[in-house]
């Protein structure tokens, strides 16, 4: 199942289930992540289907807002946010454009954004800015991924999102261990659920592969914690506030972006 128009059907028929399910929670925040959602799935199926630019640009854009609330979160100067911005686009493009020469423009980029500290001789926070200017390029570079990987990103997509939602749902209602000090919301009890549905969220899409499962399975909860982590280090609950339910994209993303990495790295 490659084509988009094979998997807008499934999709919206997760949309409807996970719209009922939002209803029976009754809490505000899981009808409003909905609402982002049934936003959000159209604008990817349109880009997606698009074809490789289509992709890039669904990629490129997603890439600069989340580097415009890392920075946002981490303090970086405006100088360094400016240049990270930039910077940030350049895994997708070239992804479309130019795939073979992928490994080489990131390394320039790397380079790049490590330079803006050194050359501001900033001699107090120049360690600090150089290594979230650097964090933020790695972190977001794996949307490259929605582009190399074509329709099939929507599986990905559709299992990260599942699992997801399912993990916090699960994690509240049936409680236990934490997962993590990194996040003492989390339970095990979360990842065991938000495991399971995301599986079989691949399984029903017919893209159940053990690169894949493994992807979803550990990429998904190491993302989240990795953005907690991050999160925790600055002293801030949302990577932004402007997304309904949901903070900032990048609060939505971070799973994602760990899938991606171990899906490309695998598959």
Not at 67 to 80: C, F, K, N, R, S
Not at 152 to 165: H, K, M, N, R, T
Not at 166 to 175: D, I, K
Request: some cysteine; hydrophobic content about 55%; overall charge neutral.
């Amino acid at each position: 199942m490659t084509e988009v128009a094979d998997l807008v059907p499934y999709l919206a028929g997760t949309l409807f289930v996970g719209g009922i399910a939002a209803g029976l929670s009754r809490r505000r925040e899981y009808v409003l992540r909905w609402c982002a959602w049934a936003v959000g799935v159209p604008v990817v199926v349109v880009a997606l289907n698009m074809g490789p630019g289509g992709a890039a640009a669904l990629a490129a854009s997603a890439a600069v807002v989340c580097a415009v609330e890392y920075a946002a979160l981490t303090g970086l100067p405006q100088l360094d946010r400016a240049v990270l911005a930039v910077a940030v686009p350049v895994a997708p493009v070239t992804a479309w454009l130019a795939p073979g020469h992928l490994p080489r423009l990131l390394a320039l980029t790397l380079t790049a954004v490590a330079l803006v500290p050194v050359l501001a001789g900033d001699a107090a926070g120049g360690l600090s800015r150089l290594c979230f200017g650097e964090l933020g390029v790695i972190w977001f570079a794996p949307l490259a991924g929605v582009v190399l990987l074509g329709p099939e990103i929507l599986v990905l997509f559709a299992a990260v999102s599942i699992a997801d939602i399912t993990a916090s749902f699960g994690g509240r209602s049936l409680g236990g261990p934490p997962l993590s000090r990194l996040s003492p919301s989390k339970h095990w009890s979360g990842l065991l659920a938000g495991t399971v549905t995301g599986l079989g969220t691949l399984a029903v899409l017919g893209a159940f592969t053990p690169a894949w499962a493994v992807a979803v399975a550990v990429g998904a909860p190491l993302g989240d914690l990795l953005e907690s982590m991050v999160k925790r280090g600055v002293q801030t609950k949302d990577s932004a506030s402007w997304l309904a339910g949901a903070g900032g994209l990048l609060d939505r993303l971070d799973s994602f972006l760990i899938v991606l990495v171990l899906a490309l790295a695998l598959g």
